[in-house]
């Protein structure tokens, strides 16, 4: 089951989430590492460049995410009207926020037009470049943006260890494959 | 006889003239861009990293006559920054280097003159950098003077000098090689 149902998420959403999740926190990490690395450190240029690849590739995987929610239907997210209010705006934010990130590190090695390679297989060509200050505001935005988005994925995850074990229901499981074979797959 | 009445006011008359007359004022041609601060320093110990900085300001004295009256005066916007690779531009706008949110201008304001050869000088100025102000000395050389095609008249020269990195509380380490850094002035000047 590729797609999702009112019920459950399909294999397509649950492999995205779970790989975005792994790489934007590995990002995240790798991010706050590499750019307190010393000059002459092994890692100084080669730490970046895995980075800004990683980041692009995210960013593509970002693009077809978002298609594939809007043709994919969203499974009834679970709770009070309250939680749900929240739980729904904080879904949206991980968007907003992931775009934030993603484009405003992309918009700073670009920023005097030169382009991103991607592991030396292709280069992402610069598009906004030569703003006043655009890597530096660039570089501002993806800094706090990044915080900003591991905050959200906090509460979210938070919140999705409270459905499975304290309200007991599958909004844990559903995304990790489990309610496959339950009732209601084929609506 | 008539002569001699005037002698005085003529002498007189060409005593003021003179010092206004000897010292030529010039704007330095940062409108079409016939001036520029370039920067060099190793890389490794292994080869030249260039830069510059693209925006600036200026003006300068210069009297033939008497070199002692030679001034300069130049200000420069530091995120201006240009090494041709914005990740880097961006280190160097940042507190590691130039940190240029807390200190966005740089100065250079000349303190004396010395001649030491046909079209040859020493400057001496204080330059601030990053909030501190040091004297420096810079080698300078003019290049040549003239009339231009435009109806102007133009004077140009090229100093050089070396900073320390250190002297301006730059500390991130770029290794040994890398301790100081020299810079290359080309200066053309528009006379007012």
Do not use: C
Not at chain 1, 98 to 121: D, R
């Amino acid at each position: 089951m590729l797609k999702n149902t009112r019920q459950t998420y399909g294999w397509v959403s649950i492999v995205i989430h779970w790989l975005m999740a792994l790489a934007i926190f590995a990002m995240f990490a790798l991010g706050l590492w590499m750019t307190g690395l010393n000059y002459y450190d092994t890692w100084y240029h080669k730490a970046p460049d895995i980075h800004k690849s990683v980041g692009m590739l995210l960013l593509f995987l970002l693009f077809f995410r978002l298609a594939w929610v809007t043709v994919n239907v969203k499974p009834e997210i679970m709770g009070q009207a309250w939680e749900r209010i929240i739980a729904l705006m904080v879904h949206r934010m991980h968007y907003v926020f992931m775009l934030l990130v993603m484009i405003s590190g992309y918009l700073i090695p670009t920023a005097k037009g030169e382009g991103v390679s991607v592991f030396g297989w292709f280069t992402v060509p610069a598009t906004i470049a030569n703003i006043a200050k655009q890597a530096d505001i660039s570089g501002f935005i993806h800094y706090w943006g990044a915080w900003a988005m591991i905050g959200l994925a906090a509460m979210h995850a938070g919140a999705a260890l409270k459905h499975h074990f304290i309200d007991k229901d599958t909004t844990l499981t559903r995304m990790l494959g489990m309610n496959h074979h339950t009732k209601g797959e084929n609506e | 006889m008539k002569l001699k009445l005037y002698l005085p006011a003529l002498i007189l008359a060409l005593a003021v003239a003179a010092p206004a007359l000897a010292t030529e004022n010039y704007v330095i041609d940062t409108a079409k861009n016939h001036a520029f601060i370039q920067f060099k320093i190793k890389h490794l110990g292994f080869s030249w990293l260039l830069g510059r900085f693209n925006t600036f300001e200026g003006s300068y004295s210069f009297d033939e006559a008497n070199a002692a009256n030679n001034k300069v005066s130049v200000n420069i916007d530091v995120a201006s920054i240009d090494t041709n690779h914005a990740e880097r531009d961006k280190h160097l706008r940042s507190p590691d280097f130039f940190e240029v949110e807390k200190f966005p201008a740089a100065s250079f304001v000349s303190t004396g003159y010395e001649a030491t050869g046909e079209g040859k000088g020493v400057l001496k100025g204080n330059l601030t950098l990053r909030g501190v102000t040091k004297e420096i000395v810079i080698d300078v050389k003019q290049i040549g003077a003239g009339k231009d095609p435009w109806g102007g008249y133009r004077r140009g020269f090229e100093g050089v000098t070396t900073l320390h990195l250190s002297d301006y509380n730059m500390v991130k380490s770029l290794g040994p090689a890398a301790e100081n850094v020299e810079l290359y002035l080309s200066i053309e000047g528009i006379r007012q």
